[in-house]
């Protein structure tokens, strides 16, 4: 009888990336060394977010404490733990990030192989009201090394990331974290009394097909004909599919994209006469959750194209995105290519 692999759940973040990512060829040292240090960025960046309310007491941001100093902003607070805990180990050869303009060279020599893609602090119009909020990112090996590290190192299909994760600033705080379908998705739960993530939901499998939808549905009269036909039809009842679907939305991708990775379901937002690109960003949002959803056996789409196929053209480029179980992506772009 062939023996079941033992579960590692219990084990801390560092010796899961330690243990090889359960032997990805690109699992190097120097790979290893950037998922710790994203790893010890999430420690930092969690004890900030958890003292955020506190800024109500301590000053507003972009004011002045007690102490006399200046509040800065939570995302610029994240987004430069980020670029520090990254440059530490000399492995990430440049960053762009949802905060910044450009790239940022962090290494201009050729060891380093890889660079990074972030959003620092994603649903930050939530911190105010002590909602869920994220970090999000992705880790891309540079095509060639021996070349300065440019924005053309960053303008490269989803597909060809080696991992994309986040954090989530939740009830608790949570890594998720994968290096694609092979090694599969897995969850770390933050425990701040010993400082440690560990690993709490191993090899996360989206739902085939769920009953929740999230969607800003705010935007209905924006949406193409197409996507009001299909949000109605949600809310039909049809017992066979589970209709009407439940509506669950946060407006923190990082929340609602995480619920839709448990339960199943699907989540939306799609172009509309406002954003006719959509809003989300491409490299910062949609690819390392396209990534992530994928490698738990889900789907991503722009409704009529697979999100990791996408070739970027700039940095900040937005796009439709769909995301969620398999049937329910599925549904949604059988509504638009007008089968349903
Ligand atoms: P903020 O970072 O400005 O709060 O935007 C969050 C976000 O980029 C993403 O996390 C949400 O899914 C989406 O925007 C919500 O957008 P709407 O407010 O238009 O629904």
């Not at 999230?214 to 949000?231: A, K, Q």
Request: net charge negative; with cysteine; charged share 20%.
């Amino acid at each position: 009888m062939a023996s079941e692999t033992p579960s590692r759940v219990g084990i801390t973040l560092e010796t899961f990336i330690l243990e090889g990512m359960m032997g990805h060829p690109a699992a190097t040292g120097a790979f290893t060394s950037l998922l710790n240090q994203i790893g010890l960025a999430a420690k930092l960046i969690t004890s900030k977010v958890r003292r955020a309310g506190l800024a109500n007491v301590l000053g507003y941001t972009g004011q002045t404490n007690v102490q006399g100093e200046e509040v800065q902003k939570l995302d610029e607070v994240a987004n430069e733990t980020l670029i520090q805990s990254l440059g530490r180990r000399g492995h990430c050869a440049a960053i762009a990030s949802e905060e910044m303009d450009e790239i940022l060279v962090l290494q201009p020599d050729g060891r380093a192989r890889y660079v990074m893609v972030f959003d620092p602090l994603d649903g930050s119009s939530n911190i105010d009201v002590n909602i869920s909020i994220g970090t999000i990112f992705g880790i891309l090996r540079r095509p060639d090394a021996s070349l300065s590290v440019s924005e053309a190192d960053f303008l490269v299909p989803g597909k060809e990331l080696l991992a994309a994760g986040y954090i989530l600033y939740g009830s608790s705080t949570m890594v998720v974290l994968t290096t694609g379908v092979a090694s599969g998705v897995h969850a770390f739960t933050y425990d701040p009394t010993v400082g440690e993530f560990f690993l709490s939901h191993e090899n996360i499998r989206v739902p085939e097909k769920g009953k929740t939808y999230s969607i800003n549905e705010g935007n209905f009269g924006l949406w193409t004909e197409p996507v009001r036909r299909w949000n109605r039809w949600l809310k039909e009842e049809d017992k066979a599919t589970a209709r009407p679907y439940g509506q669950r939305y946060v407006g923190s991708l990082v929340a609602d994209a995480h619920r839709t990775l448990l339960k199943g379901g699907v989540f939306a937002y799609p172009s509309d006469t406002k954003n006719a690109s959509g809003k989300l960003r491409l490299l910062y949002e949609a690819n390392p959750f396209a990534f992530v959803f994928e490698a738990a056996g889900g789907k991503a789409t722009t409704g009529t194209e697979r999100i990791l196929d996408i070739v970027p053209t700039k940095l900040h480029q937005r796009v439709p995105l769909v995301l969620g179980s398999a049937w329910d992506v599925d549904a949604f772009e059988q509504f638009v290519r007008g089968e349903r």
